[in-house]
């Protein structure tokens, strides 16, 4: 069994990845959805071997991160990225249709700010949420057993 924590859009709230810290040493992996990549870096640099940064659109000059990535945990093949490339705003049909594509049964993604979790053509699609300082802050929990996964969205103050 391996637990995973994802967060996205933290615009520099810096505290509340702090806040998080006992969270992130105890879990297997980290994953940064973007926007702001360099605040993930800050938790690379403390857990450098379980921590995954990806970019957003508000990281086109400090890109600390990869664009897109798969990530198998387990038995589960895990499509990670942003979402902005994905216009996950308007459909989320591009990104179930690319992360089917890779083989994928999760797709990750943040940009929307807002924690929800979709099913379409068989691939679970998961949005954190967002840690930026406005607004409702959430992160996602997820764990993963074999070939089966669980999770859920935690808000936090």
Do not use: Q, W
């Amino acid at each position: 069994m391996k637990t995973c924590i994802v967060l996205s859009d933290t615009h520099g709230n810096t505290k509340a990845l702090g806040d998080l810290d006992g969270i992130f040493s105890e879990n297997d992996y980290i994953i940064h959805l973007g926007d702001t990549s360099s605040d993930g870096s800050v938790i690379r640099k403390r857990y450098p071997a379980k921590t995954t940064l990806l970019n957003g659109n508000c990281d086109l000059y400090s890109k600390f991160g990869e664009d897109e990535c798969v990530i198998c945990v387990e038995g589960v093949k895990i499509f990670a990225c942003h979402g902005h490339n994905y216009s996950v705003k308007t459909t989320l049909a591009r990104l179930a249709a690319r992360a089917k594509e890779l083989g994928c049964d999760i797709a990750l993604y943040g940009h929307t700010h807002e924690a929800r979790e979709d099913l379409i053509d068989g691939v679970t699609l998961l949005n954190p949420g967002s840690l930026s300082r406005f607004g409702e802050k959430s992160y996602l929990y997820l764990v993963v057993n074999g070939d089966k996964f669980t999770y859920k969205h935690v808000g936090i103050n």
